[in-house]
């Protein structure tokens, strides 16, 4: 019997211990020559200043800066000359060529109207920049924190790995006293075996976590991430009408309409100046021959001419109609905002609800379900010990602890998610505590900045 025994526990050992060394050995934990990334905000900085997309509306940004100077600026002046090809005889001589230097002036308010419309496009395109940018953070975070929760997977399937080595191990020792059956060391196999493949698994999600990741910072997809230093998860409690406060006064979107009817104003205003004329004025200059009979009073004297000269917007029904297209694009704008905000006050009332939701299944695993699961675990493994239960109900205890363990850490990897679409809604960062209190410092992250050229970013 007892040689019987013995050749048991061997088969059983040589069974498990390679399941073991391979989840050891094929997948490492710890790549080489990789940035040691393993804070959120370390994440932030870099797509902020390697973000492909971020980059292309920065780059608008520039271009729309660089509008407003141009359309502030008088048309370039024009300078004509003629040659008289059969020369004009004068009294005073022949006219052989003339010079004409002109310069035209819009009417009155025109090229302010125009420059207003340009810096409000300037600053559309900033707030267009901003939005970019918050959507940007928001797909950081979101796969920052699938990879936080797999990291926290890994390590959790982990810890019960070694709890159910340890159960087959009570089992080996129990059935070697003959306290236990056979069948309580194979369903512990079994289960160690289901458990490393669930090990596996995850640890193979990695490298498209990892591409994924890295798409978002535009840097090459097989390059390996470390895993990240455990987050704190935030508790806040969320007022509706404190966010839709902070969306009317932060979200970019918003912004962006509103700076548009503010250009689509000046649009106007403009539509109404067409109807003036512009103003044209010049210096004329003609070279003069002397004159071919002598004794001429003037001989050869050259004559300078000032013009003046004036624009006739006689076709009424072409400025009535940049009118009206200037009104119906103020009006299209500004229904557009109205629409936004309604649609914005109902995402955010969707998030606040998701979010309190995984709030509140945190607390009720953290405070309540984990810790009495483990008292269950340790209730089981010690009347298993003593004979009292069988096999099954410790399995069922270790396997509910894990489950439970999993839903917690899924339920805190949503929260943050769901948070971080939040925040891109509203246009700013919420705290880790205190529903009165702003903090921006992952929104300031800044990437390369344009100079001002325009008066009031509004930020």
Known sequence: MNRYVCFLLITGVCFYQPLLRASETKLPDKPSEIPQWKHLEDYLEYAALHNAQLKAAFADWQSAVEQAPQVRALPDPKFNYGYFIREVETRVGPQRQKFELTQMFPWFGVLEARGDAAAAQAKAAYQRYEAQKLKLFAEVKNVFYEYDFLAKAVRITREN???????????????????????????????????????????????????????????????????????????????????????????????????????????????????????????????????????????????????????????????????????????????????????????????????????????????????????????????????????????????TLLLYQLHQERAAAQSEQILAQLEMLIGTELPFSGPDQLSKPRSNIKAPTVREGIEGNDE
């Open 161 to 399: 790995l070694k709890l159910l080595t340890h159960f087959e191990e009570i089992a080996r020792i129990r059935y070697a006293t003959s306290t236990a059956s056979h069948p309580d060391i194979i369903r512990a196999q079994i289960e160690l075996a289901i458990l490393e493949d669930r090990l596996h698994s995850l640890l193979e999600l990695r490298p498209a976590l990892n591409a994924k990741l890295n798409s978002v910072l535009n840097r090459d997809s097989q390059e390996l991430l470390p895993w990240p230093k455990s987050t704190r998860i935030r508790e806040l409690p969320l007022d509706m009408n404190r966010m839709h406060t902070l969306i009317q006064q932060h979200n970019p979107n918003l912004k962006v309409l509103s700076h548009e009817i503010a250009a689509a104003k000046q649009g106007e205003i403009l539509a109404r100046k067409q109807s003036y004329p512009d103003i044209q004025i010049g210096i004329g200059y003609i070279d003069t021959a002397g004159a071919i009979m002598s004794g001429v009073d003037d001989s050869g004297k050259d004559p300078i001419v000032g013009m003046v000269s004036l624009s006739l917007p006689i076709w009424n029904q072409k400025n009535q109609a940049a009118k009206r297209q200037a009104r119906a694009r103020m009006m299209q704008k500004t229904h557009e905002k109205a629409q936004l905000q309604y649609t914005l006050a109902a995402q955010a009332q969707e998030l606040c609800y998701e979010h309190q939701d995984r709030q509140r299944k945190i607390k009720l695993y953290r405070d309540a379900v984990i810790p009495k699961a483990r008292d269950m675990l340790l209730a089981a493994e010690a009347t298993y010990q003593s004979g009292a239960a069988d096999f099954l109900t410790l399995l069922d205890a270790q396997q």
